[in-house]
């Protein structure tokens, strides 16, 4: 794996926290454009979740991010 920004190949892996009520955790993708419902939150009912795996360069801190499935 490579740094798109840098070209530097030294990354750590990571994850996206997401520490909200009810979370397990960690964030992760939901397919499709975000659509809210009429209190506001995300409209995510039937929609597939994927894992976000967050690898941060040691030289210039971008992340790169990718998806595995996991619902
Ligand atoms: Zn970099």
Sequence with gaps: MR???CEGTDLEPGFIEDNGE?????GRW???ALERGP???ARRLGKR????????????S?????VRPKD
């Design 39 to 41: 209190f506001g939150g």
């Design 22 to 26: 009810g979370s397990q955790g960690y």
């Design 49 to 60: 979740r994927w894992i976000i795996d967050a690898f941060r360069c040691t030289r210039c």
């Design 3 to 5: 740094c798109t920004q």
């Design 30 to 32: 939901i397919q499709g």
């Design 62 to 66: 971008h992340l790169e991010l990718s």
